[in-house]
C-alpha cells in the first residue's frame, strides 16, 4: 500500500492584533480567552458591499465563565501587515 503525502499547510486567515490590547486581556487574569471571527458587511470606496471578515479577542474570566469586557479587535492581512 502506497504512503499517502501529507497535506500542504495552506494559510487561510492571518489576524493582527496589537501586543498591548492583548496584554489589557491577559491582566485581567482570564481561564482562557476566546478568538470569535465574524462576517459584517461593509461599503467598498467603489461603493460595493462586501462581506468582511472580523476576529475580536476577549478574554473569559476564571470563576464566572462570561466574558470580560474591553474586547479586542485584530486587523485582517491585508489591510494589516506585520510589518507596521
Avoid: W, Y
Avoid at 492571518?14 to 486581556?25: A, C, N, T, Y
Avoid at 481561564?31 to 470606496?45: A, H, R, Y
Avoid at 475580536?56 to 474591553?70: E, M, R, T, V
Wanted: hydrophobic letters at 35%.
Amino acid at each position: 500500500m502506497a504512503k499517502k503525502k501529507a497535506t500542504e499547510k495552506v494559510k487561510a486567515f492571518q489576524f493582527v492584533f496589537e501586543p498591548q490590547g492583548l496584554q489589557r486581556l491577559l491582566d485581567m487574569g482570564p481561564k482562557k480567552v476566546l478568538f470569535t471571527v465574524s462576517i459584517e458587511s461593509v461599503e467598498t470606496k467603489e461603493g460595493k458591499m462586501v462581506g468582511a471578515l472580523r476576529i475580536d479577542a476577549s478574554a473569559i474570566k476564571p470563576k464566572s465563565k462570561k466574558l470580560g469586557d474591553g474586547d479586542v479587535p485584530g486587523c485582517p492581512i491585508p489591510p494589516c501587515t506585520t510589518q507596521d
